[in-house]
Structures are given as C-alpha cells and as structure tokens.
C-alpha cells in the first residue's frame, strides 16, 4: 500500500488489538490523497504522520503528575476534573455533575461551559443528554435545563465522587439513586435545588444555580470533602509536555471527529491556533450560555447497549470493557478501556495497554454504542 496523507478515516482501526465486542478482524475503506481507495485487513494498514518530538521532561518522572505531587501552592492546587492549577477551595471540594437536557427546546444549556469534564450519552428516542461535572459553580444562577437520572449516569458521578443533581429518574435508575450522593427535584429538596423558568416550557424550564446547589447540599448532610480512597480520576501531563500521541501505535491525524450520534449529529473540529476542539451540533455552532462549547480532550467510549425489557430506555453496560478512540492536539489513537470494580474509575489505554494521558483542560467523553461504532468517523486535513 502506497505511503500517502490521509484524507478520511471510517471506523475503528487497529481493532484485533482491541478488547471483545470490537470486531477482530475489521474492514475498513482508506481514501488517500490521490483520491484512490483500497481497501486492507486492519494488520495490514501501516499509518503514516508527521511527528512532533515532546518536550524532554526528566527522565526520573512519569510525564504525567503523581496522586502525592497534588499539593497547594499559593491558594492553588491541581483540578482533578482539568489538572490544570485551579482556586484550592473549588477543586479541594466535590464538584456537582448536573444532568442537561440537549432538546432544541431547551438550548443553550447554562452553565455548561464551566464543566471540567462533560459525558455525553444517548438516551431514548435517539435523543442524548449530559451530565456536566462542574467545580466552578457558586457564582452560576442559573445551570441546565436540569433533567432526569437514567442509570448509567450513576456510575459515571460516582467515578468523580460528584454530588448528582437531577431532576427524577427513569424506573429502572431509581435504585441506583441509592449508590450516589444525589439531588432529587422529586423529593422534598426539590423546591430548595431547582426552579423553573418562564422562558422555556415544561420539561425544559426547570433550573438550579450555585446558591441553590450549595442551600441543598447542606440541608441533606452531604460531605463536601473527597473520600480519602479518592485520587482523582485521569492522568494529565506535567506542564510544557506536548504532543502526548506522537510516538503511540496506531496514531492518526484528527482534525474532525464524529461521534456518530444520528439526531444532534455533534462534531469536533479541531483549531491548532489554541489547541481546542471546537463542538458542532444541529448544523452550527454548540453555545453555551457563556459561548462556544470547547474542549481539550475528546473520549469516543463504546459501550455495549440493550433495552430495558420492551421499553424504548436504554441499558448501557459501564462495566464490560471496550474500545474507543483518544483524541487530542490534532491527533487520535485507539483505545480500550476498563473499569475498577463496580463504582471504581474507568481507565483508558492505548494499543499497548499503556494508560492514556490527557492534556491539561476540558474532556468531553461521547459514550457510544459499540454496535455504532463503524459510524465513528476521524478525518485529517484535506
């Protein structure tokens, strides 16, 4: 196969290497720069990138910081949601992951744009919504639509040890409400947690805010300190490392990435003047209350999926590891994960089962369906 730019990429490359419910051996179609396609087995595929040596660090230390190096400095200390050096009393405490409602009716989400880590998940009807995980609330006064739990969403607060705020559950999530420290705008905190708007309709009308937030957390005896076994959750790199794909195997150019997801059919396109990638949904740009949604690290996490006896809500296995993609800076890589224990942290590794690093910032994690995963698409530039 003839040594070219790549133009795009379909799928999952790399997948024998991959964990199961990945396809061992995957198909996929190249289209080169001269506009030819072949087609090759995933063993036979050898890709070619321009690579940036990283930043020499010392040689005697990880290139990302240890749980003991997060110490406070001057009033600062590392986020475990950006680690990036962030104000002691917000990243010292939990953070809230606030479940959002991504209907048009509901658009723009407030206070997305503070969330350190937002996931992304479908639910029912081809719909998705997003649990925001956000340490820089107290000055928010207003933050959502708020909406319901459905489980999955349990698992993924309790792997930042977050305080879940939503608005009622499915029937199926309600037991697993028991696992997370949570605020119910169906229960008796409701009126003191959430309001709702005169601008939107019902469902989409129904808010929180700092203050609010903060008001229930103290009327329910929630602790504000992260557990003791708690270490945080992702590796980031030291300051002055970059360039964190150069050298993996499987390395691809990452321009636009495309979660596949049918009905808002987001996007991330990538801007090397500041290093983010810039989200698209609905034919346009992802505002926020506060602008432009961006990130700088994307998680395309498949999951195997059901149904829910003959319900159209969603049962999405957190706990089966699988394949994935790692994007960021201009890159991509594949990548499996697996999750510790039943309420552990999910880990992510590269095709040589080294755990991935993420650059200091904002990640955005797209849990797709593993089924789904060949409408995954990765495209460098043209």
Request: contains cysteine.
């Amino acid at each position: 196969m003839r040594k070219a730019g790549w133009k795009r990429i379909t799928g999952i490359l790399f997948a024998a290497a991959l964990l199961s419910g990945c396809a061992k051996q995957t198909y996929v179609e190249v289209t080169i720069a001269e506009e030819t396609t072949v087609a090759a087995t995933s063993a036979e595929i050898h890709i070619e990138t321009a690579t940036t040596e990283a930043e020499k660090v010392d040689p005697d230390q990880p290139p990302y910081y240890l749980p003991e190096e997060r110490v406070e400095e001057n009033g600062l200390i590392r986020s475990y949601l950006t680690g990036e050096m962030t104000d002691a009393a917000k990243a010292n405490r939990r953070p809230i992951a606030v479940m959002m409602s991504n209907d048009k009716q509901a658009l723009p989400q407030y206070g997305i744009n503070r969330a350190g880590v937002v996931y992304e998940a479908p639910v029912e009807g081809d719909m998705n919504r997003y649990m925001s995980i956000i340490e820089d609330f107290d000055d928010l006064e207003r933050i959502g639509s708020v909406r319901s739990c459905r489980t999955y969403y349990t698992y993924f607060a309790r792997e930042f040890d977050a305080i879940y705020a939503h608005y009622g559950q499915s029937t199926f999530a309600k037991p697993y409400l028991n696992n997370v420290d949570n605020i119910n705008g169906l229960e008796g905190i409701g009126t003191v947690a959430y309001y709702r708007s005169s601008d939107r309709k019902q469902p989409h009308n129904a808010y929180t805010s700092g203050p609010r937030l903060q008001q229930s957390i103290e009327k329910l005896g929630y602790s504000q300190v992260f557990d003791t076994s708690y270490q945080g959750h992702y590796l980031f790199a030291r300051d002055g490392v970059t360039d964190l794909l150069a050298d993996r195997p499987g390395v691809m150019a990452a321009d636009t990435v495309k979660p596949g997801y049918t009905m808002n059919k987001a996007y991330f396109q990538y801007d090397p003047q500041d290093g983010l990638y810039h989200r698209y949904q609905y034919g346009g740009v992802h505002q926020g209350n506060e602008g432009p949604i961006t990130v700088k690290n994307v998680i395309f996490q498949c999951c195997q999926m059901g149904h829910y006896a003959t319900t159209e809500y969603l049962n999405i296995n957190v706990h089966a590891a699988e394949c994935g993609f790692f994007i960021t800076g201009g890159q991509a890589i594949p990548i499996s994960w697996e999750k510790d224990g039943e309420f552990g942290v999910t880990h992510y590794y590269d095709l040589e089962h080294n755990e991935i690093v993420l650059n200091q910032g904002k990640t955005w994690v797209c849990i797709i369906p593993t089924r789904d995963f060949d409408k995954i698409e990765i495209t460098g530039k043209e």
